[in-house]
């Protein structure tokens, strides 16, 4: 009995540790993806969910880097380019959040770590001809990457819904992409 006693203070202290180091993630982004891996059966629905809440995620980052550009930039024509961005991503962020609430899809809050990165380190700079530069190619990157994106999905979904947003959407992502190509060989 004795040994019993000695030893339940060092048992209760080993279940503190073990469910102390459980981590609890706030990670919207990985919430979202968490969320649709245990809705979705179908392999199908499952990446169709995981293409809607990436887009969401990357719209939030073309937003935040569009605001950015308004506030450093002193190019009149990123600056133009900019807001166009800021009121047409966020158009398709209103468009892609219905659609996700429509198919029960869970989307995240805020833009990926990843994004964010990109976005500390371009409020860093202070060169503002550095900034433009940059700001140029990181969004003619991740246009041509949306692009990519868009159009896979495209051929691989069978949700016509989805096909039809895509459909509607890749034409404003294009122009987008020609709006900041043109801009970033003009600078």
């Keep these: 009995m004795r040994l019993v006693q000695k030893f339940i203070p060092f048992l209760f202290a080993g279940f503190v540790v073990i469910s102390c180091g459980k981590k609890e993630t706030t990670d919207t982004n990985e919430i979202a993806e968490e969320s649709n891996e245990e809705k979705f059966d179908e392999r199908k629905e499952e990446k169709d969910a995981d293409f809607v809440a990436e887009t969401v995620a990357a719209n939030y980052a073309e937003i935040s880097l569009a605001k950015l550009a308004t506030q450093k ?66 969004m003619v990157d991740q246009h041509e990457k949306n692009i990519k994106e868009f159009e896979s999905r495209l051929e691989k979904t069978e949700d016509a819904d989805l096909k039809i947003l895509i459909d509607q959407k890749l034409p404003d992502l294009r122009a987008h992409l020609d709006k900041v190509k043109a801009c970033e060989q003009s600078i």
């Design 73 to 138: 930039s002193d190019n009149a024509q990123i600056k133009e380019i900019a807001q166009l961005l800021e009121k047409e991503h966020g158009k398709l962020l209103e468009d892609l959040q219905t659609f996700a609430s429509l198919k029960a899809i869970t989307v995240p809050s805020e833009e990926k770590d990843e994004a964010k990165r990109k976005i500390e380190d371009l409020t860093k700079e202070e060169n503002v001809k550095d900034f433009n530069k940059k700001w140029c190619k990181t």
